[in-house]
Every structure is written in C-alpha cells, then in structure tokens.
C-alpha cells in the first residue's frame, strides 16, 4: 500500500494503495489536506474487520470480567455468603457501597494516568490486581475483609474503562465507536446472564474440599480473570503504530485515515494540561456526565442486585440464577441492533428517549403489581434492562 503526492494538478489525492516509501511510518506526518485524501472504501472495511476480529474480543473480556468481579457478590449474597460470613442486609449494602467509594475517587486521577503510561501495561496491571482480589475474597470470613476487598476492586477497576475507551477512540473514527462501544456494554448484560450460569453451575461445587459455593464463585471468576490479565499483557496494542497484528500496509492505512480524521485522540501526543481544563468547559461533557451518572446508578443497582430482585418474586435460589440468564441476555441483543440502527442513521437521541420510556414502564409495572403476579413482575424486568442500555446509547459518543 502506496500513498504519493502528485504534482501539478489542482487537486492532491492521497490514494490508499500506492506506496510512498519503503517504511511510510518511518517518515514524518506529512502536511496533508485531510479533504485531499482518498481511501479506498473496500481495503478500509477489511482493515476495520481485522481490527474488530482482534481487539474488540480483547476488550470486550476485559470488560466482561471487570463487571462479573464486581457484581458477583449479588450472585454470593442469595447462595449462602451472607449467612456464613454475618452479613446483615445493611452490611452487604456497605460491601456494595464501598466498592464505588474508591471507584469514583480514582477514575479522574485513572484516566490521566493512561495518558502517562501505556494502556497496554496499565489496564492488565489494574485487572490483576483485581483479580486476584476477587479470588482471596473466596477466602475471606469476616465483613471486614469483605469491606476491604471492595475497596481493593474499586480501586483497581477505576482505571480500566478509560484504558479501554482511549484505545477504541485512537482505532476508530467517531463515526465508527458507537459499534464498537456497544461490544463494551454488551459486557454488562453477559456479565449478568454469564454470572446466573456461572453461579448455578459453581453451587453445584458447593461443599467440594470443604469450600461454599458462593465461595468456589469468587475462586473460579478471580481466576479466569488472571488469565485474561495475562493475555491483554502479551496482547494488547496501545496504537496502530506497535500493533503487532496490522502489517505495514494496514499501518500506513491506519495513518492515512489519522490524516484525514484528525479527531483522533492520539496517544504519543504531549501530555498538554489546557486540553483537560477544556473539558471541564464542554457543556457537552457534562450532559453526557449527567445520563452517565443517572445511568449507572441504575445499570449497576441492577446488575448487582438483580439476584435479589428475581427471588423476591417468590423463586428459590437455584431457580434465580437461572431466570436472571434471559433477562441480560435478551438485553445484549436489543442493546447490539439499536447500537448498528443508530450508528446507521447517525442518531443517538430518538433512541434515547424511547429506551427511557420503556425503562420507566418496566419500572412502573414492578411497583404496580403485586406479588403474587410473578410472570407481569418477571416480564418488567426485560423492559427495564433493555430499556436501560438503551437510554445510555449516547455513552458511546456521537461525531
């Protein structure tokens, strides 16, 4: 793949396969008019699938993880892990409370972070350490450690979606995110139908080698998150530039495509303070704060205690893992269509609105009905999940 200029003529066309030099990224950022490059449409959607093929899995388990090591306390809270441990209702509202204590102290300072040292050191440091937090927490037998674990996993956790987030917006074009964004929150709903699995199938381990069920949860889940921390530190890129799996023709096409997209948000850049002091001016960031803020007080109360819910409907323990599982799961697949709609149509608001309202019906219907109707409580519950994802489409960022 080829890039050249061309002389004496009117217009320069930058063209995607003509080479320029033997090592094009050994040469410095030409100065280019972004509207004067042409990119071949059929070489940059083979480029975008190789990139999906490799990094969105990547950081999509990442994420996947992150929300199943956060959230499976409520899967452990109705197997047993209140009583054993002496958790009062109010107590395992602490536990709950004190992971986002640490979570938002440490995400604006975690986010400035990524920019000084590389995602791809950074996020699997973070994930191991909480990691291998949640696997002690297996082992644990008083609230106090369980206070602190919390703790530990907020902390480390604070980092890792502004890791993920810079990496996805230095791939793609911001036309291009809402897709790829959508792969991330797609983690929240698997993080809740995968934890229902996870849950009844670890309980049936319940009393192996002396050990809970709720117990082997945190054991198994902080364990296979070691692994993924040890695959994103072999793996991960931090740019196209040292990505190992693009050759050098997808490079040159990646920076041809820097070129022409300059919104790019590109880490080898200079640390520049007036660029933060910016944000806190963009009345735009704040709005997209304020759905942030009142969304996840809604995704991460239901994610946590979404168990909890579903067997105040009158089901027994096994029975709330497995009813949990089509809830997210349905919701995943809601959530993906209206993320591909709207990238399509390049709206973000109609979508919003409508997922709002549908949110607030499945509300209404819970407080409504009674009890003793457990199928119109249970169907609420695919009205809010859903209906929730989808009210936060605006987190993955409109051009």
């Not at 602190?148 to 230095?170: N, V």
Request: proline share 5%; with cysteine.
């Amino acid at each position: 793949m080829h890039s050249t200029r061309m002389p004496d003529i009117e217009k320069t066309t930058v063209v995607a396969d003509v080479v320029q030099s033997p090592d094009p990224l050994s040469v410095e950022k030409q100065e280019l008019n972004p509207d004067d490059i042409y990119i071949d449409p059929q070489k940059e959607r083979k480029l975008l699938w190789k990139i999906d093929a490799y990094l969105v899995p990547l950081l999509t388990l990442s994420f996947l993880s992150a929300y199943l090591d956060r959230s499976n306390i409520g899967n452990a809270a109705i197997a047993g892990m209140s009583e054993d441990l002496g958790l009062t209702k109010q107590g395992l509202a602490n536990a709950i409370l004190l992971f986002y204590a640490t979570y938002v102290l440490f995400e604006l300072p975690g986010s400035l972070l990524v920019k000084k040292i590389r995602p791809s050191r950074l996020l699997p440091i973070f994930m191991m350490g909480w990691s291998v937090t949640c696997l002690s927490t297996g082992f644990m037998h008083t609230p106090g450690q369980i206070y602190a674990a919390r703790l530990l996993i907020g902390l480390f956790e604070a980092g890792m979606y502004p890791a993920l987030a810079i990496t996805l917006t230095t791939f793609y074009t911001p036309q291009e995110q809402a897709r790829r964004f959508a792969y991330l929150y797609l983690s929240v709903g698997l993080s809740g139908g995968f934890g229902g699995l996870f849950a009844y199938a670890l309980l049936k381990l319940d009393g192996r080698y002396g050990i809970a069920g709720w117990r082997w949860l945190f054991i198994v889940e902080g364990s296979i998150s070691i692994g993924i921390a040890l695959l994103l530190w072999a793996c991960m890129p931090d740019s196209y530039q040292t990505a190992r799996f693009l050759n050098p023709e997808d490079k040159e096409l990646m920076r041809l495509r820097s070129i022409k997209h300059d919104r790019y948000m590109r880490l080898n850049e200079t640390f520049d303070k007036r660029e933060v002091w910016k944000t806190f001016k963009d009345t735009k960031i704040w709005l997209s704060a304020a759905i942030q803020f009142l969304g996840d007080i809604l995704s991460f109360g239901i994610s946590t205690f979404m168990p909890s819910l579903v067997k105040s409907f009158g089901f027994d323990s096994v029975l709330t893992q497995l009813l949990t599982v089509p809830i997210f799961f349905s919701a995943v697949g809601v959530y993906i269509v209206i993320s591909i709609w709207s990238d399509k149509i390049q709206k973000r608001a109609p979508f919003m609105i409508a997922g709002a309202l549908v949110l607030a019906l499945g509300f209404a219907l819970q407080i409504g009905l009674p009890m003793t109707h457990k199928a119109g409580l249970y169907f609420a519950c695919f009205l809010v999940v859903p209906g929730l994802y989808v009210s936060r489409i605006t987190s993955a960022r409109d051009g």
